[in-house]
């Protein structure tokens, strides 16, 4: 199914050498045999929207990327309990145009205990004009440092690595079932472009 399904990983966190992307790699390689492509936020980082700015190459280019795609992945970090301020950029940069019925895995990850608060804080909010499709799966990878590293917790990598393979075989095939249709349920955007409040 990877093979003709494309997926794009959305590396959220703004700082250089993170987690985020260390993991969003790992991801791509480990997990979709490298049929992936990856926006860093850090590496191919958006200016802030303001709805008046034009947009930039780097813009341009993680639009394309997600019009592209037939799924996304999230990976975001939990900063203070919250999402970071680049994924709810991008998504005001990437809207219905791009990911409209498209199926995203949420994907959060802390250095230590936290997680959680950035999967609840997408699930209620960020999907609404973007018409994003959550799977009811997420992936929360806490003590992220450790986590795939050779010699390290082995027990919890095992078992981490089979509930993503889970959560990604699950988020392609919603994928899969989504792509034939999308156009169908995108027709009438025309008429309705923002959700209801």
Not at 146 to 154: I, M, Q, R, V
């Amino acid at each position: 199914m990877t093979d003709t399904l494309r997926t794009a990983i959305v590396s959220a966190s703004h700082r250089p050498g993170s987690q985020s992307a260390r993991i969003a790699h790992l991801l791509k390689d480990r997990f979709l045999a490298g049929n992936a492509d990856i926006i860093d936020l850090y590496d191919d980082a958006l200016p802030m929207w303001d709805g008046a700015t034009a947009a930039t190459e780097n813009v341009l280019k993680a639009q394309a990327t997600a019009a592209n795609a037939d799924a996304l992945v999230f990976v975001m970090p939990e900063w203070h309990g919250m999402a970071p301020a680049g994924i709810k950029n991008f998504l005001l940069w990437c809207g219905a145009a791009q990911l409209a019925h498209k199926p995203v895995l949420l994907v959060g990850v802390s250095a230590s205990v936290g997680g959680a608060f950035v999967i609840a804080e997408m699930r209620s909010s960020g999907y609404k004009n973007a018409r994003l499709v959550y799977t009811p799966e997420h992936l929360i990878l806490r003590g992220v440092a450790d986590l795939w590293e050779d010699g390290k917790d082995a027990d919890a990598s095992e078992y981490l690595s089979q509930r993503t393979r889970y959560a990604l075989e699950q988020l392609l095939t919603y994928a899969e079932v989504l792509k034939p249709v999308r156009g169908k349920l995108t027709e009438p955007l025309g008429d309705f472009p923002n959700g209801m409040s």
